[in-house]
C-alpha cells in the first residue's frame, strides 16, 4: 500500500519514526509532518498565512516532508501534494500521549486523521498512553502495522476512523485489544495564574483528570488501557445527537 504517515509531535519525534519504520517493511511510506510541536491543536487548519513544504531527513537519512502547518494540513499538503492526490491509507502518530475518550477534540494526532479522512483516505490514528520519557514505541509501532493489514482487507465504512491507545508496556505484557467507546476526561483546574518578572500576569493552561474520568467504566477506551489492553475505538465523523431528534422537534411545531 501507498501509506502517508503524520503526527503533532514533529516531523523529528521518536514515535513518527517508529511507525515509518514498522510501515515500511510492507509498504510505499511517504511522511508529511509539522516541523515543530503541534499538539492539542485540535482540527485547527491554516487560512491566514502561507503553509511551506520542504524535504527533510529522518534519523536514519529517510526522505520526509515537514511543514510550518498543524497536523490537519500537513494530511492535506501529504495526501494532495507530495502523494498527488493517492493514497491507500493515513496513519498519524504515534502520539507520545494518551488521546483517550473527550481528549480527541484537543488532539492534533486524531485530527490529522480526521482531516484525511475529510478527503477521502481511510486513517486511523495511533498513541502510546503515557507522558513518561521512556516509551515502548514498538508495540504500537507494530501493532499499527498489523492493523494497516488488517483494514486493507477489511476497510472502513465513508466518514470514519479508528482511535488506537496502546499502553505504555512491553508487547510481551500487552494482554490483548479491546474494541471499546469513549471514555470520560474531564479536567479540572485548567488555569494556573502566573506573575512575569515584572508584575503582570500570565496564565497556563494543563489541569488535572476530575476525579469521576479516573473510574473508567467497563468497556471504555480509558478502562481498557488501564486493564493493560489495546484500545481500538470507531469514531464517526457525524456529531448529530440523534438521540435529542424527537425531543427537539418540539421546536419546529
Request: charged share 20%.
Amino acid at each position: 500500500m501507498r501509506i502517508l504517515v503524520t503526527n503533532d509531535d514533529g516531523v523529528q519525534a521518536d514515535g513518527i519514526f517508529a511507525l515509518k519504520t514498522a510501515l515500511a517493511r510492507d509498504n510505499d511510506v511517504t511522511v508529511a509532518a509539522p516541523e515543530r510541536q503541534q499538539s492539542a491543536t485540535g482540527h485547527a487548519i491554516t487560512l491566514h498565512k502561507p503553509l511551506r513544504l520542504t524535504a527533510a531527513k529522518m534519523r536514519d537519512g529517510s526522505d520526509v516532508w515537514m511543514s510550518n502547518g498543524t497536523p490537519s494540513d500537513c494530511a492535506t499538503l501529504g495526501l494532495i501534494e507530495a502523494m498527488g492526490g493517492s493514497a491507500d491509507m493515513v496513519v498519524s502518530g504515534i502520539n507520545h500521549g494518551p488521546n483517550l475518550g473527550w481528549d480527541v477534540h484537543y488532539s492534533g494526532t486524531v485530527s490529522a486523521a480526521i482531516e484525511a479522512t475529510v478527503i477521502g483516505a481511510p486513517s486511523f490514528a495511533v498513541s502510546v498512553a503515557t507522558f513518561d520519557s521512556e516509551v515502548h514505541w514498538d508495540a504500537a509501532a507494530n501493532f499499527a502495522a498489523r492493523l494497516a493489514q488488517w483494514l486493507k482487507r477489511h476497510p472502513l465504512p465513508p466518514n470514519t476512523i479508528l482511535n488506537v491507545n496502546v499502553p505504555n508496556l512491553p508487547e510481551s505484557e500487552i494482554r490483548g485489544v479491546a474494541v471499546t467507546t469513549q471514555g470520560r476526561r474531564q479536567y479540572v483546574d485548567r488555569i494556573e495564574k502566573r506573575i512575569d518578572p515584572i508584575g503582570r500576569p500570565y496564565y497556563w493552561l494543563g489541569g488535572s483528570l476530575a476525579e469521576e474520568a479516573l473510574g473508567a467504566e467497563a468497556g471504555t477506551d480509558v478502562r481498557a488501557v488501564a486493564d493493560g489492553l489495546i484500545s481500538v475505538t470507531p469514531i464517526h465523523l457525524d456529531m448529530t445527537a440523534y438521540s435529542l431528534m424527537p425531543m427537539l422537534q418540539d421546536l419546529t411545531a
